[in-house]
């Protein structure tokens, strides 16, 4: 059984240690996506010579770095909720996203954050004009679709795979692409994209579910409660394990104690052995 008490209200600061959480997981995808970014060409260049095994080994490492920062994310995400616990509610009640701003402000944020990174990733190919930089254009992808969904991602996706084509590809300002290789690179930063933002529409899904279930046993708690303490009987709630759940008015005054002091306690813990055992043989 669950515990038939009102869920008490989320502790104070919950929001400002819910926001804390996500620009850690935020700062963290940064940290590492830079030093992948610094080392991971590097490396390649350190291992191959032949320019067709670069281009493959640039390729594949393009899928690794998605397949191991959604597993970071993952990670992060799972600890983040973890953490939440009993503020889960804060984050849970009445929301369509992850963040409680209006749903316009997120779209408009997943256009502002992807623009960014095209500009970002402009004043890079200065020193680096022989690359794509494709990789950059994750991020805010990843950071749209986990704060508001498929939508936001999609959108995110649409910009930055523009810009990409437009700015970063060669011929640079023309959609047009030099190489079926360039075009390749840029189908996987389309297909990621949309991979992303399905995944994170998933995990809101899954969140919303959460918060319905949520809703409707808060509901049902109170309903069975207003009939307990409303009824002329007593009235006790017990686990497999004979721990007091709840108890209603008429058992508080009958034996003189309260529900909050008595949940989580057995008989023998309340009341003599010999009126403990009465109580666990009926």
Do not use: C
């Not at 990670?75 to 929301?95: D, N, P, S, T």
């Not at 002091?261 to 009126?275: E, H, V, Y």
């Amino acid at each position: 059984m669950t515990d038939p008490a009102p869920a008490s209200p989320p502790p104070a600061g919950s929001e400002a240690r819910t926001s804390a959480g996500i620009l850690t997981i935020v700062l963290g995808y940064a940290v590492f996506a830079a030093l992948w970014i610094l080392l991971s060409d590097k490396v390649v260049e350190w291992l191959f010579d032949d320019p067709a095994w670069i281009i493959l080994a640039s390729t594949l490492k393009g899928w690794l770095f998605v397949g191991v920062t959604s597993l970071l994310l993952y990670g992060l995400l799972r600890r983040l909720v973890a953490g939440i616990g009993g503020k889960r509610v804060a984050i849970f009640e009445g929301r369509a996203a992850l963040v409680a701003w209006p749903r316009w402000t997120i779209y408009a944020f997943a256009v502002a954050v992807s623009v960014a990174m095209l500009l970002v990733r402009e004043g890079i190919a200065v020193a680096l004009p022989d690359r794509p930089l494709l990789i950059l254009f994750v991020f805010p992808i990843i950071l749209s679709a986990v704060l508001g969904g498929f939508g936001p991602g999609l959108l995110a996706t649409l910009v930055v795979s523009t810009g990409a084509a437009y700015f970063a590809m060669p011929p640079v300002h023309d959609f047009r692409f030099a190489s079926v290789e360039d075009l390749f690179q840029w189908s996987i930063l389309v297909a990621n994209g949309l991979l992303i933002s399905i995944l994170a529409e998933v995990l809101h899904r899954s969140r919303r579910l959460a918060e319905t279930a949520l809703t409707e046993s808060k509901e049902a708690t109170r309903f069975a409660r207003a009939i307990a303490d409303n009824s002329n009987a007593v009235i006790f709630v017990k686990d497999l394990a004979g721990r007091y759940l709840f108890v209603n008015w008429l058992y508080e005054t009958l034996f003189h104690v309260s529900a909050a002091t008595i949940a989580g306690k057995t008989d023998s813990d309340l009341f003599p052995r010999d009126m403990a055992d009465a109580f666990v043989e009926n």
